[in-house]
Structure formats: structure tokens, C-alpha cells
């Protein structure tokens, strides 16, 4: 289940905090994911090496590739269930929630594809257990760039490319079903050997 928490801290054109809870009847597995999108990014290929460093720890997504909120919500909450059941595939949770936004089981070809580039000149940070926002002011500062309303991502979106890396090819579409087939690859991926 997803809750949009009403009463953030930060300016709702800075960022937005979501409630996750994969499993709503366990409720150990509650969480919070506090989400800004960046347009106009100088700094990629120092963030990028940041975040390789251990220095960032937050998810720097590339928002081309992510088909609305919904999606990247539904990529966290997987990540909350799989840190609840010990079942992550990479060291850190914002790794994980790159994994997770990816229809491959390849885990460094989905932190390139998904994860910040050198040439991006937009991003979605996203932090974990982040209610106060402070995390987020701090990875602010770190950013050449300007925070932007989540509202911009669907201009953001780049339809052909994401079609290609979930293999959407041969189908018609409209926008709720893919989004839906998108949500549905990322949690097919668990079950596929």
C-alpha cells in the first residue's frame, strides 16, 4: 500500500514523502521514501562518482526512464519487502530501488541504465526514512541543479526508450495499462528463473 503524507516538512515543490508498506498486514515493514525531481543538472558526472563512493546515499534516477510515480513507488515498496525478508540483491537500499525500477536481473546493467549518467541533465533523488527532510536539504546542496515539481516528470518521460528496455514493443498501450505492465514486469522479475 502507498500513503502520500499530506504534511511534509519541505515545500511540496522540493520534494514529496510517501508511506510504503509492502505487506499491509505486517507492520514491520513500514517505510518512508522522500522523492525531489532536478532539472537543469551541471554536476552528473560528480554525483555519479559520489554516489560510486559511498558519499550519496540516496537513489539518483535517471526520470526518462521512470513511466511516472506510480512505477517508482511500486519499485520501493519491493525494495521495503525485500529488505524486510533479507532477499536484497545489492549492498544498500537506494541500490536496490534502482535494481528494482529494472526488468533485468543483471544488477550492474540495471544500476547504469536506471542510475544517474554522466550526461544527465535531469534526476530523481529519492531517500529512504527521510520524514524530517533533512537528508534531502542536505543532498540539495550537493546538487548543481534545480529542484523542480514532481508534476514535470511526465514531460520528462521518454516513451520509446522505456518501451525498448521493458520489451513493449509489438503492443498498444495506453497510459494506465502501461504503467501497469511496467509495475507488473518489476514483479514478475522475483518469479522469473
Do not use: W
Not at 8 to 24: A, N, T
Not at 127 to 153: H, N, R, Y
Request: hydrophobic share 40%.
Amino acid at each position: 500500500m502507498i500513503y502520500r503524507r499530506k504534511n511534509s516538512r519541505m515545500s511540496p515543490g522540493l520534494s514529496r514523502l510517501y508511506q510504503l508498506q509492502p505487506d499491509p498486514y505486517d507492520n514491520t515493514q513500514k517505510a518512508t521514501i522522500r522523492i525531489c525531481l532536478f532539472t537543469e543538472v551541471t554536476n552528473a558526472v560528480e554525483l555519479r562518482e559520489k554516489v560510486r563512493n559511498g558519499e550519496i546515499d540516496a537513489a539518483l534516477i535517471r526520470p526518462e526512464l521512470v513511466y511516472g510515480v506510480y512505477v517508482l513507488l511500486a519499485a520501493a515498496n519491493r525494495t521495503v519487502h525485500q529488505m524486510a525478508h533479507n532477499r536484497m540483491a545489492t549492498r544498500s537500499l537506494s541500490a536496490e530501488l534502482i535494481y528494482s525500477l529494472s526488468p533485468s536481473r543483471n544488477i550492474s546493467d540495471s544500476l547504469v541504465t536506471f542510475g544517474i549518467a554522466e550526461k544527465s541533465t535531469a534526476l530523481l533523488a529519492a531517500v529512504f526514512d527521510d520524514k524530517s527532510g533533512s537528508a534531502m536539504k542536505k543532498l540539495c546542496k550537493q546538487i548543481a541543479g534545480k529542484p523542480t515539481d514532481m508534476g514535470e516528470l511526465n514531460e520528462l518521460i521518454n516513451a520509446k526508450q522505456i518501451r525498448k528496455i521493458y520489451q513493449l514493443t509489438d503492443a498498444v498501450y495506453n497510459d494506465d495499462s502501461l504503467s501497469d505492465h511496467i509495475t507488473s514486469r518489476l514483479v514478475y522479475k522475483d518469479f522469473a528463473s
